[in-house]
């Protein structure tokens, strides 16, 4: 072969090479020939994107044939989607009320109706950055004081009394909030208007209701914490870095984040009144006094139909949930994404659930 | 070619009145550019109808069902819309200046040698992503500004501008400014030094010849001729402040408030901003508010350049009276 022609099959080689590999969830394609085949579309909260990232790619490994899209556009924009049909399941940081569940869906066989369920657990962290304090105790009416700008200083009385060993410096706090809507704000504030409501004053929203000081995102948050003097700020737990975390007041006394802990309080909270056996809509009970239980969690749900106009649809969608809900998967999701990993009793509900999906 | 053939009669045929003949070369370029005249118009009107259509919902909604407010939906847009024309408004305070005083350099001051590379290094800030600008925001410019927010708010918080207490991360109205004057330097330098340099150079030789200093000939000669030229690519700056999106996202701690203080925690948000903020966790009507204050944004970016047009034209019209 002369050096042109040489030259001319090299980039033939390279061209095809690069179409091939066009979209990174073809990537790293498992051989093997699962027994799930078709493509299933899914968008909604981008609080689990990297969940369902890493949960796509492991089950499109071992099903070669399997193609699942997950675009994180936004729980509002997921649930929309989802109502009108053009979705096959959606991820969403608040359920869909028992009216829209019970309403007319695209998707679904008429009058059968959604169910939501809880399938990422994320721990949120209060995020402290204090010159000279790395370990910090408060409760939720300081908490919410401090976020109201009420309680101005570090060395305000009402943190010492909290922290009786440690001396807290006089400096201004600069308490950061979200400054775009999201599901970690309304977790959040529905931890500080259930266990303090007359120290916060108004309701859970997912944009946050006072004034102060605010960034984007929670990598915004973050970076406002940590590049910023005597800051706290709240974001999930996984992006918390080297930031001090701040213990919560449970009962009597102080817990410190764990995922166990706050895999415990979904699992001993009620489920929403109301509604269906399978549709596992949880209320948080932030107010709980159980011990081990870390009250500021954001649950995120799947959301599917009771029974899909494509049977197909349904044998899909039952397929990648049941994964996803596997201990296996709770895992590999905890060690990528920051979650919390589902408490075995709720799971076993969850997966009760994903089985009556016809 | 269309000329008449020399044997033909004089007189027969005027030369206005001669039949031009049209080639297809002709009719394609007509209909193409005609097309690409309409077709912007109608672009234009399809984003105003869509606008219109979607903000109706949201501007006769009651009150009470936006965001951060018990208001109207006037109450709601009323903060977004003074902090979009604020941040703008001190960008181009900062930029203008600078950009002149850039474009005065490359064409009259600097030796050609220095004046090239410098024209490319000031377009080559045109080519940044303004996302990198809002990261650059965040991460190096906010916190390197808080000990001189501390220091002013302390020295000169008597004056409202700088009233205190200063922010403890830098993330203000400031900041963004100075991020925005910064986006918006090569547009205005770029224009600018185009109409510098083609002041007539006998009016510069003439003030030069009346015993002018440099300075005396750029202020006589240089600023009358370009005035117009400074206005328009200010205009353009503000343009393009007015509607930028994600630097000021990243970088601003916004509140829902009117406020001209600009080194406080709590910051007027921009329209723009608050739209991409929020727009991916609403739904139902909060999707139309934020449509609706989309309008209002169209509706700030139309008179901006209503008045900007306008000033131009009188002052072109005043120099030819001259």
New interface residues.
């Given amino acids: 072969m002369d050096t042109p022609r040489r030259l001319i099959s090299a980039l033939a080689v390279t061209a095809v090479l690069a179409t091939s590999g066009c979209a990174v969830n073809e990537l790293n394609r498992g051989d093997s020939d699962g027994p799930l085949a078709g493509t299933l579309d899914g968008a909604g909260s981008?609080a689990q994107s990297a969940a369902q990232e890493v949960w796509i790619a492991e089950i499109q490994n071992a099903n070669g044939r399997l193609t699942v899209n997950y675009e994180p556009?936004?729980?509002?924009?997921g649930?929309?989607a989802f109502i009108a049909g053009g979705l096959d399941f959606a991820g969403s940081?608040s359920a869909l009320t028992a009216a829209e569940a019970e309403g007319g869906l695209g998707a679904c066989v008429p009058g059968t109706g959604a169910i939501n369920l809880p399938l990422y657990i994320s721990p949120l962290a209060i995020i402290v950055n204090i010159e000279g304090v790395d370990a910090l105790n408060l409760d939720a009416a300081t908490t919410a004081l401090i976020f109201r700008g009420e309680i101005r200083q570090w060395d305000d009385p009402r943190i010492q009394e909290l922290n009786p060993t440690v001396t807290m410096p006089s400096a201004?706090i600069?308490a950061?909030h979200r400054?775009?809507?999201?599901?970690t704000t309304k977790n959040f504030t529905d931890y500080l208007a259930q266990a303090a409501p007359d120290e916060w004053g108004v309701d859970a929203?997912?944009?946050f209701?006072y004034?102060?000081?605010?960034?984007?995102g929670n990598s915004?948050v973050v970076?406002?914490v940590t590049?910023?003097?005597?800051?706290i700020g709240y974001a999930d737990a996984s992006r918390a870095g080297d930031l001090t975390i701040a213990a919560l007041k449970v009962g009597d006394e102080f817990v410190a984040y764990t995922p166990q802990a706050a895999a415990a309080v979904v699992e001993a909270s009620p489920l929403e009144e109301g509604r269906a056996d399978d549709d596992l809509a949880i209320t948080i009970d932030r107010t709980i006094a159980l011990p081990g239980t870390y009250p500021l969690v954001l649950v995120s749900y799947v959301i599917a139909c009771r029974e899909y106009l494509d049977p197909r649809d349904a044998e899909l969608v039952r397929g990648y949930l049941s994964w996803v809900v596997s201990d296996e998967a709770q895992q590999v999701s905890a060690e990528f994404a920051g979650s919390a990993p589902l408490s075995p009793g709720l799971a076993a509900r969850v997966l009760a659930a994903i089985e009556g999906i016809r | 070619m269309t000329a008449p053939a020399p044997d033909q009669a004089p007189g027969a045929a005027l030369p206005g009145e001669i039949e031009a003949v049209e080639r297809r070369g002709d009719r394609v370029f007509s209909r193409v550019a005609v097309g690409a005249g309409t077709a912007i118009l109608v672009a234009l009107a399809a984003v105003a109808v869509f606008l219109v259509a979607q903000s109706l919902p949201a501007i006769w909604a009651p009150a009470g069902s936006f965001?951060?407010t018990d208001g109207t939906f006037w109450d709601y847009v009323a903060p977004l819309a003074f902090g979009t024309v604020w941040a703008a408004a001190i960008a181009l305070v900062i930029a203008v200046p600078l950009a002149v005083g850039i474009a005065l350099f490359i064409s009259h001051y600097a030796p050609r040698r220095l004046a090239q590379p410098l024209g490319y290094i000031i377009d080559l800030l045109a080519a940044v992503p303004s996302v990198v600008y809002g990261l650059w925001g965040?991460?190096v410019l906010?916190?390197a500004t808080?000990p001189l927010y501390e220091w002013l708010a302390e020295n000169a918080g008597w004056f409202p501008l700088f009233a205190g207490?200063a922010?403890?991360?830098g993330?203000t109205v400031l900041t963004v400014a100075i991020v925005l004057a910064v986006m918006v330097l090569p547009i205005i330098t770029a224009l600018c030094r185009e109409v510098f340099v083609q002041t007539p150079t006998l009016h510069q030789e003439a003030a030069y010849a009346l015993g002018a200093t440099w300075w005396e000939m750029v202020r006589m000669t240089v600023f009358p001729y370009a005035r117009s030229g400074i206005i328009s690519a200010s205009m353009l700056g503000l343009g393009r402040a007015l509607g930028e999106t994600m630097a000021v996202?990243?970088v601003?701690?916004?509140?829902?408030?009117i406020s001209f203080a600009v080194l406080q925690?709590?910051n007027p948000?921009t329209i723009a901003a608050n739209i991409a903020?929020?727009?991916?966790?609403?739904?139902g009507l909060?999707?139309n508010a934020l449509i609706a204050t989309g309008l209002v944004l169209f509706v700030i970016t139309l008179i901006v350049n209503s008045l900007a047009r306008w000033i131009v034209s009188r002052h072109e019209r005043s120099l030819e009276s001259r």
């Fill in positions: 981008s556009s936004g729980s509002g924009a649930r929309e940081d201004t600069t950061v400054s775009d809507a999201s599901g929203a997912d944009s209701p004034g102060g000081e605010s960034a984007q915004g970076n406002a590049n910023g003097r005597n800051t | 965001r951060g965040i991460t906010a916190p808080v207490p922010s403890g991360t993330r996202a990243m601003l701690s916004p509140s829902a408030i925690s709590e948000s903020l929020n727009f991916p966790e609403s739904a909060q999707v």
